[in-house]
């Protein structure tokens, strides 16, 4: 089993408020996005209880129980966490300070090279709804460490002379997560409702991979490039949408 390296992005160990179990309090609240390629399924440990009933399977995210997307309620405070892949235990136990009412994402992803170890970054995030649109944010976890542009076109969509007005380059030639360590914590790129092609393409403007997909008002998504140079299989240059929010 692979070591874990993690990255903490906005976020504090050691420091906060004391666990609070009073019912009715504010939560804390984490979601869980498994992107490293071939992994086994990922969970966290806090206090050496699962967060999560099932783990996540690669290219997933959490699921929450009450069915409002990615993710979880948990006690806040300081609570010793740990990280779980395919059952085992590869992180040491760090006491980590989990905010009351705050948001968090847990995106597990491969580094450059396939040899090293895999990558745990801790975001931070400021999430924020829209009864008129979806919120979506890009997070470029393709390995091998190339820049990729998220096209998207939404589809049946045309300007009064019959011309196709509705494609938009969202984001440009977005650094490998693992050199830049920059993810937005906020969904910043709004999508009016409705049905869309999203475009995953290289630093030479290449589309490596396609796919139809349903954004709604009022949910928040993030988009995950993945995959490898030359891959087939789990492994190929493909896309996810993942609901972090609904």
Not at 15 to 29: F, H, L, V, Y
Not at 140 to 169: E, K
Not at 186 to 207: A, C, E, H, I, V
Request: proline share 4%.
């Amino acid at each position: 089993m692979r070591k874990i390296f993690i990255l903490i992005v906005g976020f504090l160990l050691l420091i906060g408020c004391q666990r609070d179990e009073t019912t009715g309090s504010p939560k804390a609240r984490i979601a869980i996005i498994n992107m490293a390629l071939s992994s086994d399924s990922v969970n966290l440990l806090l206090d050496d209880i699962p967060l999560l009933t099932t783990p996540v399977a690669f290219g997933e995210i959490s699921v929450s129980s009450q069915g409002n997307g990615g993710y979880i309620e948990t006690a806040p405070g300081i609570r010793n966490s740990t990280w779980v892949v395919g059952g085992e235990a590869v992180s040491l136990n760090k006491f980590v300070s989990w905010n009351a009412g705050a948001y968090y994402t847990l995106v597990h992803y491969d580094s450059v090279d396939a040899q090293q170890v895999a990558q745990l970054l801790i975001v931070t995030d400021a999430p924020s709804q829209n009864d008129s649109v979806g919120r979506v944010r890009f997070i470029n976890c393709y390995r091998g460490g190339d820049s990729i542009s998220l096209w998207m076109h939404r589809i049946n969509v045309l300007d009064t002379l019959g011309i196709d007005t509705a494609i938009q380059r969202l984001v440009n030639k977005k650094p490998f997560v693992g050199r830049d360590k920059s993810v937005s914590g906020s969904f910043n790129f709004s999508l009016r409702p409705g049905n869309w092609q999203m475009m995953m393409k290289d630093r030479f403007y290449n589309t490596l991979f396609m796919d139809t997909v349903t954004i709604k008002n009022n949910e928040l998504y993030s988009i995950l490039a993945v995959g490898q140079p030359g891959g087939t299989g789990d492994l190929k240059p493909q896309m996810k949408l993942l609901l972090q929010m609904k």
